[in-house]
């Protein structure tokens, strides 16, 4: 196995690897699986990691929330290729991605703790991160990752035991 690899856009011939990166991780329920369209849908959101050789071996998104708030999700990285760094890399890459877009939060919902710790993560102390007004602007989202950083009830069987962290750029 080769120990180098790439970061790029997503492009729509990514879905199917993203759909096999994801499904061992939804099966345990580490993340949540999300329909074929949905992948489409978010596409322009992911980042891929990939060997000089064409193969995904990892993939991430970044959620723009708000005006300053964005969402790491969908974070996920090839079986074999775990411990290599390409979580790290996706995450220092979304990060970037972050910074350039203006938001000055990102925020993440994970079992994974010690390795969003380990990028500057802490564990969400406030769980009213937003103002009562961006609050309710918020509220209007059918978005299920803003219902998840917002705490919502129709969540929680889905995030149960999920750790949610933001980290301040």
């Known amino acids: 196995m080769t120990s180098t690899f790439s970061i790029r856009p997503a492009r729509t011939s990514d879905v199917a690897a993203i759909k096999r990166l994801v499904s061992p991780l939804a ?29 995904v071996i990892g993939c991430g998104a970044l959620h723009v929330m708000w005006e300053d708030l964005a969402e790491v ?7 074999h290729w775990r411990g290599h760094g390409v979580g790290h890399a996706l995450v220092g890459h979304l990060l970037d991605v972050a910074k ?28 009213s991160a937003v103002d009562p007004e961006v609050y309710s602007e918020l509220l209007r989202s059918h978005d299920e990752g803003v219902a998840e950083f917002l705490d919502l009830a129709r969540v929680k069987p889905n995030t149960l035991g999920n750790t949610r962290m933001i980290k301040f750029l």
């Open 73 to 79: 999700r969908t974070l996920a990285a090839a079986d």
């Open 100 to 127: 350039s877009l203006g938001v000055s939060r990102v925020f993440c919902l994970t079992f994974e703790v010690d390795f969003f710790k380990r990028h500057g993560f802490d564990v969400m102390a406030d769980q």
């Open 27 to 55: 099966e345990k329920r580490i993340l949540m699986a999300k329909e074929t369209v949905t992948y489409y849908e978010s596409l322009q959101e992911f980042r891929i990691a990939e060997t000089p050789e064409g193969e």
